[in-house]
């Protein structure tokens, strides 16, 4: 019987401890931002010209992110977030280089 108690209490336990691990990751309000922010950097300094191949994986990555999102899958959201984010600077940089490069 005591035996019984112990393994429900401990079932019990890993459940709580499982969703409380699950209710920490918080929403990526400001990857998400800043991802936004830089596609749209790359977007004023050119890079649909200049960069374009680029700036449409940084659009992907948070369009995925979105995704993941509204799926309240944070985790993978910040990450493509962050991607994206890193993504849309390299486009940035690529399509400055290249209006230096025309000068």
């Known amino acids: 019987m005591l035996l019984g108690r112990t393994t429900a209490f401990i ?27 830089a596609i749209m950097a790359a977007r004023a300094a050119g890079a ?17 992110a979105e995704k993941y999102l509204s799926s309240r899958n944070y985790g993978v959201a910040r990450r493509e977030a962050i991607e994206a984010k890193t993504k849309a ?14 000068d």
């Open 11 to 37: 079932r019990i336990a890993i459940i709580a401890a499982a969703l409380f691990a699950a209710g920490c990751e918080s929403m990526p309000v400001q990857e998400m931002s800043d991802a936004r922010q």
């Open 89 to 102: 600077i390299d486009a940035l940089r690529v399509s400055e280089a290249s209006k230096e490069s025309k």
């Open 48 to 64: 649909e010209e200049h960069a374009a191949e680029v700036l449409l994986e940084a659009e992907e990555s948070l369009q995925s």
